[in-house]
């Protein structure tokens, strides 16, 4: 487990407020999380209402990705549970675990959406265990173009 003190410098550039929240917010990730992205009203799509959670994707490093059942969907959980059980934050943490599904995760590292990147049957996939979800996100209600712009704040 790491508990983030250093985020990238654009993080804090771009989004001073959103950059306090997080800081203060004890962020800590698993050890198989290789990148972290912010998304949504209070990334770089801006407009958050005073009620806007903090929507997060903790991108998941494939080497420590277990390839079968139950293993890989018992370590996506615990992906999450790392870092909501440690969060500290005066604002609601909204994240998914991403992982790739065989075709890597470049778009994760693109602050505007490319349609080259996306592949039809979905390029990567979602777990969460928030916000009345629980399990795999089926790939046909993934819309990639709406979680653009997305922000990389951490990397390993």
């Not at 203060?24 to 209070?42: C, F, I, M, P, Y």
């Not at 599904?101 to 777990?127: H, M, S, T």
Request: with cysteine.
């Amino acid at each position: 487990m790491h508990t983030i003190t250093t985020f990238e410098p654009d993080f804090l550039k771009l989004l001073p407020e959103t950059y306090a929240i997080v800081a203060a917010g004890n962020l800590t990730v698993h050890d198989g999380v290789k990148l972290v992205v912010l998304e949504g009203s209070r990334g770089l799509d801006g407009y958050p209402r005073p009620d806007s959670d903090v929507d997060v994707s903790l991108v998941v490093d494939s080497a420590a990705l277990p390839a079968d059942e139950p293993a890989r969907e018992n370590f996506l959980r615990e992906v999450i549970s790392t870092t909501l059980d440690h969060w500290r934050g005066v604002v609601e943490l909204d994240m998914a675990a991403v992982f790739d599904i065989g075709y890597g995760l470049a778009l994760f590292e693109r602050r505007d959406y490319d349609p080259a990147l996306e592949r039809d049957g979905g390029c990567f996939g979602i777990y969460k265990t928030q916000k009345g979800f629980n399990g795999y996100v089926p790939q046909a209600i993934i819309d990639l173009k709406r979680v653009y712009p997305m922000l990389v704040i951490w990397r390993r």
